[in-house]
Every structure is written in structure tokens, then in C-alpha cells.
């Protein structure tokens, strides 16, 4: 490694170590500290009590089921949605694509609200048609349970996969499959001999992101699993907490430091499996330009599909949302309902001054977040994927380590830290956080756009005399557009709908979205809940449509030939 | 010498203390601002209040219990308690007191309130979080209501009932207990009582704010929730089963606090919110039962009802009772 690349490793170390580091190695002292806060006596007792609890096998293995039948969903609809919106001609594709990332827009916990509303035993709305339909005596299906915990967390995680498999999609290389098709195999054939596997890193990445990000998740299995008596590790975790009024967070990091090592091992597996790296490059030297593939007599049909399985699974829930916001209180849809409806909901949280001031802080750590996240994620990604050290290594584990903490714990840790610091109860507190919380939402998409982009090309411009910056600003950076816009969509439209953090660190003055939203929930009050959240996801789409306005900017300097 | 100067000095700090706990609006104008850390919900009209009235600001941080402790410890032992006045459920405020956090005062406008009311020299009692079984009016026929909590236990209510976490959700811990210490003749009828609600198979939520909603879209007949709801939820067809038994809840209690970083407007909204007027608004707005005499919320009825506060349970009596529900209720 020469000297220049290996500054740039380590000074990523130093920058990523100081912003995640930190509030977990308060987690860490707070979990070997009598006490409720992060400094008291050394104690073992918090491991002992979190580790012997005789329904802990249980709900591991509820746990496994969930996080692997989330993350195998969202990984199998994303690929599905990205091939066929990058790679075919089925129409509507700028539509769909919004679609598949709607479900990052809205708050976890509404999101989970409006799945109960439509598929509850006692009359969700598509068990009330299902019944009327098939002259049911009973429901057919119940949302609180583990397949419906799987279905509504996949659809959540479905973004994130979406996100990080599109730009590899998108830059895929048409000559390799070409040459699969001149062999004689079949399409679908070249699919899973040739497509897939070089897809691998970004594959494995959607996954393993699913996987942490289930780990970690809290609405899903509070508002789905928790009325169905389905316990997974998060509310295992709350429950553990929230028993009593002087609630131990050390105790819980305890078990949280479990939830971190099967994070980190996972990265590891990941790095193990994609470790040569020189296998899915497809953007050589060569021009190239991904080609579309005519689905002919398939393309109304699938057309179709898509159609409802966004309607289905995207559009229902989100227009559940705004019926919501609309009748004055829950109501099933009838035509008192409708004559009821009016727009109070709306009018209150237009009204409210710390809504119009949560709209305006959510919207500045979106945009300035998630910008500078970007670019952090970029040196970091190439440093990941091109410098392939063992400081490298350390440098992506470092990047998950808060990311990898469940939510209800990690918030506590960057409290512990913050309180530290002159940064306290500011805006600035919140902007570190999210950026140092959500940095593998940057990384993973560049990462594997990164993994595309031959290093011939990068050395041919310093063969020629162009030095690293000018090389990454002329040559690299323009080639990373697909992926530089999803992962700024998903920095941004997390950084618009964050609860974990800044439930903790936001202050009088700091309040932001989905604070706001969380007290609407406290109170019951699911109109006004509603309609903030019909904002969010406006606010959150504005934010996606302009960044893939700009990346379609840089499109012509994509192409090559 | 030495004992004149001891004594000197003892002298000028209760002089001083005593200028410290006298209210000066003036003060507190120059202040500027109230912090006000709580975990009471719906509380703007009284900030709104609060300023119009007094020219300072209010400022609300909404921290829910389970972070309560947490949060303001930290601030506190880091030396950046933001907080001039908290408000939480009184066993919190309890705990924040023995660590040092709370400061004396007396509150001129608690004047009227019972006596039980004042906890101490620091904390004091303005409400109570009261739990009651709410329905929906448009489902359950008037016969239907239950009178008595045991009629909870009548399996007709199989699957109709939905409430806070019985394992966890401290409130409602500490409402069951109550039920057996002040309520249930003996042992055996509460024991069977929990049973028979444990039996028909209740819906478990993460605590009250959730419990309304499925009532009133008709998910579930009825809630071990809060009376409060038929207030801020209106029109939601709910109204409150009027049992023959005593309402209980956990009392709220609010203090001081002793490094208040604006000591006289944290006295000065301590004053207000103690008032008749701002009591009237937690009532009227919110529907809070609240100890200021005469003032009740505009519920049908609850004017008429005994409204109890639960005894304190310390949080090794919460976690051995959430242990015992969590077996009695098959929660894992």
C-alpha cells in the first residue's frame, strides 16, 4: 500500500472511529457499571441477569426466523423490481421506481399501523373483503404474527435492497451476458449463471443490511409481534428496560453487545464472500451501456404484476394513511366514515408551531446530513473496496458498529457522549449522530458501485499525470452517479423520518419530524399522526425525485459507447 | 472566633437561601425562560398559557418514563441539566430527589391542595394518571358494560379486551396491584380475577396510548386505558364504564429542580402550573384528572367518582409483579 492511500486509510479510521466509537464504548463501560448511568463500579451482574433469562432460546430462535425471512424478502423483491425497472422495457419505470422506495419514507411505526388496520383478525379491511368474498366464518389471515412481522418488515427493509442492487444493475455490463447468450443459454439461463453472480457483493450487501437493520428494528415488533405475543430480541430488549420507572440501559447494551458481535461476524462473512473483488467488475476500460431486454409478450403481464404488487404492498398502506388522516377518529371505511372526513388533522399540525419547526430542522438534516454523509461514504467506500488492507477491514467493521446496536440502545449511548461535549442539545448533536448511525447506508451502495469500476481505469488517468483527486473527480466520482444518488435518497430520507436518535438528543429548539410524530402516537392521536406523516413522505419523495434529477445530469458522462 | 464565623455563616446562607426561594417575577422575566422536562402529554395550551400570562417563555421536552431517569441523571452528573422544573410519575421524581436533583419548594399555589398532596419539601402532587375501562358506546350494549372489574374476567369478553403489557407497562403493574391491596376483598378473588382476564385472551400493546385506537375503530370492545381519552379522541364513540369501585392511577408529581439554570421562572411556572387556571386547562383540554379542588374533567360523571392514588411500588415490587403476570398471563 503506498503512503498516500495509506494516510487516507487511516486518517477514515480516526474520522469514522471518533463519530461511532464513542457512544458505543459508553455503552460498553455503562454495561459493566452499577448503576443507571454510564459510570459506576465495575459489575458482571448486567450480563448474568440479561444472559439467563430461561425464555431467552425462544426468542432467539423467533429472532433468526424474522431477521432471515425479512432480509430473503426484501433482497428477493428488490431484485425483482430492480431488473425489471433497469433492464427491461416495462413501462411506467420512473413510477415504480419511486414506489420502491416509498416505504423508507414513512415512519416505520405508521407504516406497521397501517398493515394492522388492513389485515387485524377482528376487522382488518382485506380480511372484511377476503370474508365477504369467500363466505369466511373467520379471518383468513392475522397480521400479529410471524409472517406478518416478515412481511411488513421485508416491505420496510424492501428501499434499502432496492437502493444498493439498482446501481449495480444499472452498470451492469451487457457484453457478458451477450457472450452467455451466444453460447447458447437460455435468458433465463444467463440470469442465473452470469446476472446474479456477478451481482453477488450488491446481493449480499442488501442482504446483510436487511439483516442488521432487523436486528436493530423496534416498530414492527412492538405494534405487530408484541399484540400477537410474538417476542424477538428488540422487545425482549424493551421489555427488559421499561420494567420499572428507573429503566438500566447498561443492561440492555448487555444484550445489545450480542446483537453487535453478530453484526460484525456478519461483515466479516461478507468480506469472505466478495473478497475477490476482481470478479464483478464490469466497467472496464471498455465504453458500456447496460442494454434493455424486450419482454415482448411477458411485458403487459408483468407490467401487471408489478402494478399490484406496489398497489398491494406500497400504495394500500400509504393510502390508508391519508383515509387516516382525513375521518376524525379510527374508523373502518363506511359512508359515515366519509361523510365525516374533513381536513382538522391537517389544519392542527399547520397550525402547530413545533410541527412547522420539526418540518423545517427534519428538512435542513436531511439535505446537509446526507450530503456530507455522501461524501464521507465515498472516500470511505473506495478505501473499502480498492485499499482491501486489514486497516481497511477494520475501517468497514468501524462504519456498522452504531448502526449494528439495537435503536432504543444506541440513542442512550450518544446521549452518554454527547453530554460530554459542547455539542449538547444542538442541532449539530443530531446531524453527527445520524451521520455516524447511518454511514452504511452511504457506504454499501458506492461500495458496490465501486466493486464495478475496474482499477484500470483509475490507473490509466495517473499514468497520464492526473493526480488521485483529479482522477476520483473526473474518472471515479462520475461513474459512481447511480450510486452516490441512491445512497444519498437513503440518507436523506432517513436522516427526514429518524426516531431513535433524536428522541433522545432533541431538545427545545432541536425538535424534529418524527419526535413530533412520536408524541402524536403517545397521545393516540392518529389523524394528526397521519397527516405529518403524509408531509414526510411529500417532503421525503421532493427529496428522491431531485436527486435523480441530478443523477440524471451526469447520465451522458456514464455512457461510452 | 472560629465559632463566630461558623456561625456568621450559617446566618448569611439562610438569609441567602431564603432571598433564593423568595419568587421575584422581575427575575424570572430577566430569565427569560422555563425548561420543562415532563412526561405528560398534550400540555401546550398550558405553555401557550404560561407565556401570555407570565412574558416567559415555556419550553416543553416530552420524555417518556422510560427514559425519565436516565436522561436527567445524566444531564445532572454531567453538570448540564437543562431542565428547571420536571414532572414524571411520583415514584420517578422520588428517585430523582434521592440523587439530589430536586430543590425545596413550596409552592404558594398549592395552598388549596389536600395535604397528601405534599410528598415533601420538594415534590408535589398536582394529578393522578387514572386508569379506568373505556368502550366503544356504539358496540357494546348499555346491559354489556361492566359494573365491576371482575365482569372483565366474563368470557363473553374473549378477544374483545385490549390493554398495556401487563408483564412490563409499570402503570398498569402497579394498577393491578392496587386492585388486590384496595379493591378485591381477598387474595382469592383478585387472583381469580386476573385469571379470567388472562383467560380471554387480551390484546397487549406497548402502554395507554395505543389502547384507544383499535376500540374505536371497533378492532376491540373495550381498554384498560384511560379516562382521558374521551376527551382528546372526541368524537370517538368511547365513554367509561362507571364501576362501582374505586378509579386508581399513579399520582404525577412535579419539583424543582436544585442547579435549575433559571431558578425564579422554574418557581414562577411551578406557580402557574399549580394554578386553578392551568389545572382547568390539564382538565378541560386534556382530561387529566387533576387535585386542585373543586376542578374535575368534563367527563359524564367522573366529578362523582373516587379517584385513588396507587401506593408507591418500588421498581424490585414492579419487576417481581411484571414477573408474576408475565406467567399468569402466558406472555414470554
Known amino acids: ?561 | 472566633m472560629k465559632r463566630l464565623v461558623v456561625v456568621i455563616a450559617i446566618l448569611l446562607c439562610s438569609v441567602l437561601s431564603a432571598q433564593a426561594a423568595e419568587l421575584d417575577p422581575a427575575k424570572a422575566k430577566a430569565e427569560g425562560t422555563a425548561t420543562f422536562y415532563a412526561n405528560i402529554t398534550a400540555v401546550e395550551p398550558i405553555m401557550e398559557g404560561f407565556e401570555a400570562d407570565t412574558g416567559v417563555k415555556g419550553a416543553y421536552t416530552r420524555i417518556s418514563t422510560s427514559k425519565f431517569i436516565a436522561t436527567v441523571l445524566t444531564e445532572f452528573e454531567a453538570g448540564k441539566l437543562m431542565a428547571d422544573v420536571v414532572q414524571a410519575p411520583l415514584p420517578v421524581l422520588e428517585i430523582l430527589k434521592s440523587k439530589g436533583v430536586l430543590a425545596s419548594y413550596s409552592s404558594p399555589a398549592a395552598a388549596g391542595y389536600a395535604d397528601w398532596t405534599r410528598k415533601d419539601d420538594a415534590i408535589q402532587l398536582f394529578g393522578i394518571e387514572y386508569v379506568g375501562l373505556i368502550y366503544n358506546k356504539e358496540l357494546v350494549k348499555a346491559a354489556d358494560v361492566p359494573k365491576r372489574y371482575e365482569d372483565l374476567a366474563d368470557p363473553k369478553w374473549k378477544d374483545k379486551i385490549v390493554m398495556a403489557n401487563p408483564a412490563n407497562h409499570a402503570t398498569t403493574i402497579s394498577w393491578l396491584v392496587g386492585l388486590k391491596e384496595t379493591v378485591f376483598a381477598s387474595e382469592e378473588e383478585w387472583m381469580s380475577f386476573l385469571k379470567g382476564l388472562a383467560a380471554n385472551k387480551p390484546m397487549f400493546v406497548a402502554s395507554f396510548g395505543p389502547t384507544p385506537a383499535p376500540v374505536e375503530s371497533g378492532e376491540k370492545l373495550i381498554a384498560i386505558s384511560m379516562p382521558k381519552y374521551i376527551i382528546t379522541k372526541a368524537p370517538a364513540p368511547l365513554d367509561w364504564a362507571r364501576v362501582e369501585q374505586p378509579l386508581l392511577g399513579t399520582p404525577r408529581a412535579i419539583a424543582v429542580t436544585s442547579k435549575a439554570p433559571h431558578p425564579n421562572a422554574a418557581r414562577l411556572f411551578v406557580d402557574y402550573w399549580l394554578s386553578e387556571k392551568a389545572m382547568g386547562i390539564l382538565a378541560k383540554d386534556v382530561g387529566e384528572y387533576v387535585l386542585a379542588p373543586g376542578v374535575y374533567p368534563p367527563i359524564d360523571g367522573m366529578d362523582k367518582a373516587t379517584v385513588m392514588p396507587i401506593r408507591d411500588l418500588s421498581d424490585e415490587e414492579i419487576r417481581k409483579w411484571g414477573d408474576q403476570f408475565k406467567a399468569i398471563f402466558d406472555v414470554q
Request: glycine share 6%; charged share 10%.
Open chain 1, 1 to 561: 500500500m503506498d503512503a498516500k492511500r495509506s494516510k487516507l486509510t487511516f486518517s477514515l479510521i480516526l474520522i469514522v472511529g471518533v463519530l461511532t466509537v464513542c457512544p458505543v464504548v459508553m455503552l460498553v463501560i455503562g454495561s459493566f457499571s452499577e448503576g443507571l448511568t454510564a459510570f459506576g463500579s465495575f459489575t458482571l451482574q448486567k450480563y448474568v441477569e440479561a444472559y439467563t433469562d430461561p425464555a431467552l432460546a425462544e426468542i432467539i430462535l423467533n429472532t433468526v426466523i424474522f431477521v432471515l425471512g425479512s432480509s430473503t424478502l426484501a433482497t428477493v423483491l428488490a431484485l425483482f423490481l430492480s431488473y425489471l425497472n433497469n433492464r427491461t422495457d416495462i413501462p411506467c419505470k420512473f413510477m415504480f421506481r419511486i414506489i420502491s422506495i416509498i416505504p423508507m419514507m414513512i415512519p416505520h411505526i405508521l407504516f406497521s399501523v397501517s398493515w394492522a388496520l388492513l389485515l387485524n383478525p377482528s376487522n382488518g379491511l382485506i380480511n372484511l373483503v377476503l370474508k365477504q368474498a369467500f363466505f369466511l366464518d373467520h379471518a383468513p389471515l392475522n397480521i400479529y404474527s410471524l409472517w406478518g412481522m416478515i412481511l411488513v418488515e421485508g416491505l420496510l427493509d424492501l428501499p434499502i435492497a432496492y437502493l444498493i442492487i439498482a446501481p449495480a444493475m444499472a452498470s451492469f455490463d451487457v457484453a457478458l451476458e451477450e457472450s452467455s447468450k451466444v453460447c447458447g443459454a437460455s435468458p433465463l439461463r444467463t440470469l442465473f449463471r452470469v446476472t446474479l453472480p456477478v451481482l453477488r457483493p450488491a446481493i449480499l450487501a442488501a442482504f446483510i443490511l436487511g439483516v442488521v437493520r432487523s436486528l436493530a428494528s423496534f416498530a414492527v415488533p412492538s405494534v405487530i409481534g408484541m399484540p400477537g405475543r410474538v417476542y424477538v430480541l428488540a422487545t425482549h430488549l424493551y421489555q427488559m428496560i421499561a420494567t420499572g420507572f428507573s429503566v438500566d440501559y447498561g443492561k440492555a447494551a448487555a444484550i445489545g453487545m450480542s446483537v453487535l458481535a453478530a453484526s460484525v461476524t456478519l461483515i466479516l462473512v461478507y468480506r469472505a464472500l466478495t473478497s475477490e473483488s476482481e470478479k464483478y467488475v464490469t466497467i472496464s476500460s471498455r465504453g458500456y451501456r447496460p442494454t434493455v431486454i424486450p419482454l415482448k409478450g411477458a411485458r403487459i403481464p408483468l407490467f401487471a404484476v408489478v402494478a399490484l404488487l406496489s398497489f398491494v404492498l406500497i400504495v394500500l398502506p400509504v393510502v390508508v394513511l391519508f383515509y387516516t388522516s382525513l375521518v376524525p377518529y379510527s374508523m373502518v371505511p363506511s359512508a359515515r366514515a366519509f361523510s365525516l372526513m374533513s381536513w382538522k388533522h391537517w389544519i392542527e399540525v399547520l397550525r402547530d408551531p413545533i410541527s412547522l419547526l420539526s418540518l423545517k430542522n427534519s428538512l435542513m438534516l436531511g439535505l446537509g446530513g446526507a450530503t456530507l454523509g455522501v461524501i464521507l461514504s465515498v472516500f470511505v467506500a473506495y478505501t473499502i473496496v480498492k485499499v482491501r488492507t486489514r486497516a481497511a477491514g477494520i475501517l468497514e467493521s468501524l462504519s456498522f458498529l452504531s448502526f449494528s446496536f439495537p435503536g432504543i440502545v444506541i440513542g442512550m449511548g450518544f446521549m452518554w457522549f454527547f453530554v460530554r461535549t459542547p455539542l449538547y442539545a444542538t442541532i449539530w448533536a443530531l446531524l453527527i449522530g445520524y451521520i455516524a448511525t447511518y454511514l452504511p447506508y452511504g457506504i454499501r451502495p458506492l461500495a458496490s458501485a465501486f466493486i464495478q469500476v475496474h482499477s484500470h481505469l483509475e490507473e490509466s488517468s495517473l499514468v497520464c499525470g492526473a493526480s488521485r483527486m483529479t482522477t476520483m473527480r473526473r474518472i471515479i466520482i462520475p461513474l459512481l452517479v447511480p450510486g452516490m444518488v441512491s445512497g444519498w435518497i437513503l440518507m436523506a430520507t432517513m436522516f427526514v423520518r429518524e426516531l431513535t436518535l433524536s428522541v433522545v438528543l432533541s431538545r427545545p429548539g432541536t425538535e424534529v419530524l418524527a419526535v413530533q410524530i412520536l408524541r402524536f402516537a403517545e397521545d393516540g392521536l392518529w389523524g394528526r399522526l397521519s397527516a405529518l406523516g403524509i408531509m414526510m413522505i411529500f417532503i421525503s419523495t421532493i427529496l428522491v425525485i431531485l436527486a435523480n434529477l441530478v443523477g440524471a445530469r451526469f447520465k451522458p458522462m456514464e455512457g461510452g459507447g
